[in-house]
């Protein structure tokens, strides 16, 4: 691998064949960071910018500093002509609306592109689907009052050049759009020479979220499909939308897979009785109870963690369904019941 790695204060610099990047981690909320990359290359571009609050406003601009001090680069904000955003996740794009980024180019895939355009609607709309898994899951004991998670954003259509992107488009100095739906309907890679810019497909530590079809989400089988694509990329370096560096983007697709499968084997094994979501989801995570602890997950509610958990596991039954695993054997005051097949 012919890339350079160097870190100072935080701030770690990729150089490889004369482009150089930059990672700098902006905390969204308490132990939880989204990496915000600077490309220098011959146009100056950031990929993704964090969320929209004052922690992570202060992150960026000391990372900013360290880049020019310790780094001995010389360049401002206003010269960053290109945002790409990897998906449509306020953790991703709320500091769009900080008058600093404004004017500049913004690409996101056209199936995300309505997070940014109309997030207030979008937010809500993820609530009432939300409040309906949870009941359609028989989850009485969740408090839907408390599922929410409100942030602020709101940008004007003229603050931003806002171009829809979609797979194998090149921007930018040549570099190369992969539409890789899992995380997000419209998540995407990035290629830029050696590097390639996972956004939330593929994490170092953690196992991306995943939702359903039936919630607005882009289902298990468009993720498993995109870590195959992604995995006969040629980047050499697999560079995250939070945690650390993925040095073989191979080797992480194939764990990641290993765990998708596995977990499908085992909501088989847990559903050899009729279930109905909350009752499979309360038994697969008091197996893993290790899975429910992550370091975030202080800084939401109880009933929004057990939301996302009741959202993933949908996510994989919805994927048993259609592979003939596993089928709906009532539906009971709206609460569906589920088993294996035999």
Same mark, same amino acid.
């Given at each position: 691998?012919? !890339?350079?790695?160097?870190?100072?204060?935080?701030?770690?610099?990729?150089?490889?064949?004369?482009?150089?990047?930059?990672?700098?981690?902006?905390?969204?909320?308490?132990?939880?960071?989204?990496?915000?990359?600077?490309?220098?290359? /011959? &146009?100056?571009?950031?990929?993704?910018?964090?969320?929209?609050?004052?922690?992570?406003?202060?992150?960026?601009?000391?990372?900013?500093?360290?880049?020019?001090?310790?780094?001995?680069?010389?360049?401002?904000?206003? +010269?960053?002509?290109? !945002?790409?955003?990897?998906?449509?996740? !306020?953790?991703?794009?709320?500091?769009?609306?900080?008058?600093?980024?404004?004017?500049? /180019?913004?690409?996101?895939?056209?199936?995300?592109?309505?997070?940014?355009?109309?997030?207030?609607?979008?937010?809500?709309? #993820?609530?009432?689907?939300?409040?309906?898994?949870?009941?359609?899951?028989?989850?009485?004991?969740?408090?839907?009052?408390?599922?929410?998670?409100?942030?602020?954003?709101?940008?004007?259509?003229?603050?931003?050049?806002?171009? @829809?992107?979609? $797979? @194998?488009?090149?921007?930018?100095?040549?570099?190369?759009?992969?539409?890789?739906?899992?995380?997000?309907?419209?998540?995407?890679?990035?290629?830029?020479?050696?590097?390639?810019?996972?956004?939330?497909?593929? #994490?170092?530590?953690?196992?991306?979220?995943?939702?359903?079809?039936? &919630?607005?989400?882009?289902?298990? +089988?468009?993720?498993?499909?995109?870590?195959?694509?992604?995995?006969?990329?040629?980047?050499?370096?697999?560079?995250?939308?939070?945690? $650390?560096?993925?040095?073989?983007?191979?080797?992480?697709?194939?764990? #990641? +897979?290993?765990?998708?499968?596995?977990?499908?084997?085992?909501?088989?094994?847990?559903?050899?009785?009729?279930?109905?979501?909350?009752?499979?989801?309360?038994?697969?995570?008091?197996?893993?109870? @290790?899975?429910? &602890?992550?370091?975030?997950? @202080?800084?939401?509610?109880?009933?929004?963690?057990?939301?996302?958990?009741?959202? +993933?596991?949908?996510?994989?039954?919805?994927?048993?369904?259609?592979?003939?695993?596993?089928?709906?054997?009532?539906?009971?005051?709206?609460?569906?019941?589920?088993?294996?097949?035999?």
């Amino acid at each position: 691998m012919e !890339i350079e790695e160097t870190k100072i204060n935080g701030v770690i610099r990729y150089t490889s064949k004369g482009i150089k990047v930059y990672r700098i981690p902006a905390e969204n909320f308490p132990n939880h960071f989204t990496n915000v990359y600077l490309i220098m290359d /011959r &146009e100056a571009s950031l990929v993704d910018v964090g969320i929209g609050r004052e922690k992570a406003r202060t992150d960026l601009e000391r990372g900013w500093e360290i880049i020019n001090r310790e780094f001995k680069e010389s360049i401002g904000l206003e +010269e960053v002509r290109h !945002i790409i955003i990897t998906h449509g996740h !306020i953790d991703h794009f709320g500091m769009l609306s900080d008058q600093k980024l404004k004017g500049k /180019r913004l690409y996101i895939h056209q199936l995300d592109s309505q997070q940014i355009k109309n997030f207030p609607q979008e937010s809500s709309m #993820l609530m009432e689907r939300t409040g309906k898994l949870v009941k359609t899951a028989g989850c009485s004991s969740i408090d839907g009052e408390k599922l929410s998670f409100r942030i602020q954003f709101s940008i004007e259509p003229a603050d931003y050049d806002l171009i @829809e992107v979609k $797979d @194998e488009d090149k921007i930018v100095n040549g570099y190369t759009v992969y539409h890789t739906p899992g995380h997000s309907l419209g998540e995407i890679c990035l290629g830029v020479g050696d590097f390639l810019f996972l956004g939330d497909l593929i #994490l170092s530590v953690t196992t991306p979220h995943q939702s359903p079809k039936s &919630e607005g989400g882009a289902g298990l +089988e468009a993720y498993l499909d995109s870590l195959k694509k992604v995995a006969q990329l040629p980047a050499e370096l697999g560079l995250p939308g939070h945690e $650390d560096t993925v040095y073989s983007v191979k080797a992480r697709v194939e764990e #990641l +897979e290993g765990f998708h499968y596995q977990r499908l084997e085992e909501l088989v094994e847990l559903c050899q009785r009729e279930k109905n979501l909350a009752q499979l989801t309360r038994e697969y995570y008091e197996k893993h109870p @290790e899975l429910m &602890e992550t370091p975030y997950a @202080e800084a939401l509610s109880e009933e929004y963690n057990r939301a996302l958990a009741l959202d +993933e596991i949908k996510a994989h039954v919805e994927y048993l369904l259609e592979n003939n695993r596993m089928v709906i054997t009532r539906i009971k005051d709206g609460v569906v019941s589920y088993q294996s097949r035999q």
